[in-house]
Nanobody, 124 residues
């Protein structure tokens, strides 16, 4: 069992930065691949970034590539999403998810556990 809690969201102007954190409980956190998704107003949850359990491999959606960085600190049971050069279209509720051994990691239904989400609002 893994319990996830996101934090770090807020209101920021376009071009600004935020760092989201996802704190996990459970002794098996380091064995889970982690993903960040977001859900813009009126839209479905969409993939943002993925990180393997070891931290050695990452994958990003094209819309955030070069601006966002996913990382993890396994001893601290935490995964991060550093977001730079934010745009108004990045406005969404951001969720972290945990999955183990799943191939289709860009698909939300593949994830075993989710946090409650944190709101990110980017003003123009």
């Amino acid at each position: 069992q893994v319990h996830l809690v996101e934090s770090g969201g807020g209101l920021v102007q376009a071009g600004g930065s935020l760092r989201l954190s996802c704190a996990a409980s459970g002794r098996t956190f380091s064995s889970y691949d982690m993903g960040w998704f977001r859900q813009p107003p009126g839209k479905e949850r969409e993939f943002v970034a993925w990180l393997s359990w070891s931290g050695a491999t990452t994958y990003y959606d094209d819309s955030v590539k070069g601006r966002f960085t996913i990382s993890r600190d396994n001893p601290k049971n935490t995964v991060y999403l550093q977001m730079n050069s934010l745009k108004p279209e990045d406005t969404a509720v951001y969720y972290c998810g945990a999955a183990r051994g799943k191939i289709k990691f860009t698909t939300a239904t593949e994830y075993d556990y989710w946090g409650q989400g944190t709101q990110v609002t980017v003003s123009s």
